[in-house]
């Protein structure tokens, strides 16, 4: 049974960073696409960064590229986010996913994968 949990949300003030953490279960994070989904009250999910299948295969949003970096740990089973430069349209809740489709990364990230994680909130504010 595949099992999302992500930590490492919190306040942070502008400029700041977070790194987002998630642990995988019940299936191999090198086997699967995975990617960190976002969204802000009252507004639509959005993809934020998403690794397809195929080796060099990461997508960004526009509204991140440049201060946040997705990795994963294959021998820890881990998915990473690490977010830099946050600013306050960056509040929302982030919540991991995961996807045994072949697909491009940015295909995947625009509509969705497989599974989720609850989610952690990340807040920034002064």
């Known amino acids: 049974q595949v099992h999302l949990v992500e930590s490492g949300g919190g306040l942070v003030q502008p400029g700041g960073s977070l790194r987002l953490s998630c642990v995988a279960s019940?299936?191999?994070?090198?086997?699967?696409?995975i990617g960190w989904f976002r969204q802000a009250p009252g507004k639509v999910r959005e993809g934020v960064s998403c690794?397809?299948?195929?080796?060099?295969?990461?997508y960004y949003a526009d509204s991140v590229k440049g201060r946040f970096t997705i990795s994963k740990d294959n021998a820890k089973n881990m998915i990473y986010l690490e977010m830099n430069h946050l600013k306050p349209e960056d509040t929302a809740d982030y919540s991991c996913?995961?996807?045994?489709?072949?697909?491009?990364?940015?295909?995947?990230?625009?509509?969705?994968?497989?599974?989720w994680g609850e989610g952690t909130l990340v807040t920034v504010s002064s």
């Open positions: 996913t995961a996807s045994p489709k072949v697909a491009p990364a940015g295909m995947l990230c625009e509509y969705g994968m497989d599974y």
């Open positions: 019940g299936f191999a994070v090198d086997e699967y696409a």
């Open positions: 690794i397809g299948k195929k080796d060099g295969d990461i």
